[in-house]
């Protein structure tokens, strides 16, 4: 069945540095990839989504990469901060069809 | 975006029993989604809601243990059946609205 494989499970930073997170998906009709945020005792947050018409998308500190033909994309968040410390999920979907989830990243980022 | 409403937000319930969760959205959508959230685990997808037909369920679950209702757009419940402490989790409904927003989720304890 589908599947979406996530790692590193557990992430720890220093403040200000670099964090990427990868994942990879089965189902070649997937064709939407969001990335959650969530944090203790809260629901998964949107950050950020792709879909698999674009190579690769940005809001401020967060990107977003894909990659169709192998199909990985991955979780680029820049200048960490404290705020940041979350649990970060992946999942791959299309449009009126089930989203997958991966297993998800702790990642703390130390100050 | 979507506003759900989601209730109740926890709950400790007693081994045998049953609860049902309700799910409101401020706008009519199609698809309506219900997830588990097992602690310290990520999303698993338990069945998809559409209006007007029953439910399809996911693999290992089944409609006697978590029977849905659908009865218009805006509005589902997910009832978790003759509980077990296995099935203290988190139990999310989503939906799709160009993106998968959630509801902020039903904290379950069964004892």
């Known amino acids: 069945g589908e599947n979406v494989e996530q790692h590193p499970s557990t992430l720890s930073v220093q403040e200000g540095d670099s964090a990427v997170i990868k994942c990879t998906y089965s189902d070649s009709a997937s064709n939407y990839f969001p990335w959650y945020k969530q944090e203790l005792g809260k629901r998964p947050q949107l950050i950020i989504d792709?879909?698999?018409?674009?190579g690769e998308k940005k809001d401020q500190r967060i990107a977003v990469t894909l990659n169709k033909t192998a199909k990985h994309f991955s979780l680029h968040i820049t200048e960490t901060q404290p705020e940041d410390s979350a649990v970060y999920f992946c999942a791959a979907g299309s449009r009126g069809f089930k989203t997958i989830f991966g297993a998800g990243t702790r990642l703390f980022v130390k100050a | 975006s979507a506003v759900i409403s989601q209730k109740p937000s926890r709950d400790i319930c007693q081994r045998g029993t049953s609860l049902t969760i309700q799910c409101q959205v401020d706008s009519q959508v199609t698809m309506m989604f219900w997830y588990r959230q097992q602690p310290g685990q990520s999303l698993t997808l338990i069945a998809t809601a559409n209006q007007g037909s029953e439910a399809t369920y996911e693999s290992g679950f089944v409609i006697d243990k978590f029977p849905i209702s659908r009865p218009n757009l805006t509005f589902s419940t997910l009832t978790v059946s003759n509980m077990s402490p296995e099935d203290s989790s988190i139990y999310l409904c989503?939906?799709?609205?160009?993106?998968?927003?959630f509801g902020s989720g039903t904290q379950l304890s069964v004892l």
């Open positions: 989503s939906v799709e609205k160009e993106k998968l927003f």
């Open positions: 792709i879909r698999s018409n674009v």
